[in-house]
C-alpha cells in the first residue's frame, strides 16, 4: 500500500505554517533579553508560567498558518483574505517589541486592541470562505482575549 503526496499541496501548507511560525520564533528571540524586566514586574493573578506562552504562540501560529494554507490550496484566498491576514500577521509581531522591548505597555494595549479586532476580522472572513479555516482561529482570538486583560493588568499594577 502506497501513500500519494501531493507536493504542491504539502509545499502550499508547509509555506503557510512555517511563515508564521518562523517570524513568531524570530520575534521570540529578538525579545527574549527584554523578559528579565518582565520578569521582575507585577503580574496580575492569572498570569501563566512563562513557559506556556512558546508553547501556545507555536500551536497558534502553526493553526493560523494551517487556516491560511487551507485557503490558499482550496483556492479560497482573495486580496480582502490576504491583506486582513497579513496585516493581522504584522501587527502581532509588533506586539512583543513594543510591550518587552520598548516597555510602552499602555500603547501595546492599544495596539493588541487593534489585534483583537484584525483576528476578529480575518476569522469572520476566513470562517465566509471555509467554516474549518475560521473554527481554527478560535483559540487565537480566545489567547488575544486573555493577552489583552494580561497587557492591561500588567500596565496598570506596574505604573
Known amino acids: 500500500m ?3 503526496i501531493n507536493r504542491e499541496k504539502l509545499k502550499t501548507y508547509a509555506f503557510s505554517i512555517l511563515v508564521p511560525l518562523l517570524l513568531g520564533a524570530a520575534i521570540g528571540l529578538l525579545t527574549s533579553n527584554s523578559m528579565e524586566n518582565y520578569d521582575h514586574l507585577i503580574k496580575p493573578a492569572l498570569a501563566p508560567p512563562p513557559i506556556l506562552f512558546p508553547i501556545a504562540w507555536s500551536i497558534l501560529y502553526a493553526l493560523m498558518g494551517y487556516s491560511h494554507g487551507r485557503l490558499k490550496w482550496m483556492r479560497l484566498d482573495t486580496p480582502d483574505t490576504e491583506i486582513i491576514y ?3 500577521l504584522i501587527v ?3 506586539w512583543p517589541i513594543l510591550f518587552f522591548m520598548l516597555d510602552w505597555r499602555l500603547f501595546a494595549f492599544a495596539w493588541i486592541v487593534l489585534l483583537d479586532f484584525l483576528v476578529i476580522t480575518m476569522t469572520r472572513r476566513f470562517y465566509r470562505k471555509d467554516k474549518t479555516a475560521g473554527l481554527l482561529q478560535i483559540p487565537y482570538c480566545l489567547w488575544l482575549i486573555f493577552a489583552s486583560y494580561l ?6 499594577l506596574n505604573q
Open 92 to 94: 502581532n509581531l509588533l
Open 151 to 156: 497587557n492591561l493588568a500588567t500596565y496598570l
Open 2 to 4: 502506497s501513500i500519494s
Open 86 to 88: 497579513y496585516a493581522q
